[in-house]
């Protein structure tokens, strides 16, 4: 749960993991054991996850930028590590595919990413097959 906050909610991570706690709280009466726990349970972090970044950028619309934001924006540090890049490069997907990055990391097998994200395997693996194309592009400066 952390890795989709950190990816979800960046220096705000903190809050979304209290949000995403909460609805499992909640939802906990609601659990029919059709799937694992896990299984479950992470379902319900991408959905909050993603809920709440839709809430937060209508937010940001709503307000003026604050000075703190300044420097915020993916890819104008150059002294850059491997997790900040793997981070850029998660804020350029659509949140399908940030989700399913981060279950791949997540050494989830391909049955369990395919019942979180509510597709098939065959479609599960041509969208992993595109997002690794569209990495290249993005290494490559194409993008």
């Given at each position: ?25 909640r939802?906990?009466?609601s ?13 319900i ?18 307000l ?67 997002i ?5 592009k ?6």
């Amino acid at each position: 749960m952390v890795a989709i906050a950190r990816s979800y909610a960046g220096c705000d991570a903190d809050d979304l993991i209290q949000d995403i706690l909460l609805q499992v709280w909640r939802s906990l009466g609601s659990f029919k054991k059709l799937s694992s726990i896990d299984t479950w349970c992470y379902r319900i972090a991408l959905n909050t996850a993603i809920s709440w970044r839709r809430s937060a950028e209508r937010r940001k619309q709503r307000l003026p930028p604050a000075e703190s934001d300044v420097g915020l924006v993916p890819g104008t540090d150059d002294g850059c590590d491997s997790s900040e890049l793997l981070l850029q490069f998660l804020h350029t997907l659509s949140d399908t595919d940030r989700a399913l990055v981060l279950m791949y990391l997540e050494d989830m097998s391909g049955t369990e990413m395919a019942a979180i994200l509510g597709v098939g395997d065959g479609a599960l693996r041509v969208r992993m097959h595109r997002i690794k194309q569209r990495l290249a592009k993005w290494e490559a400066g194409d993008l």
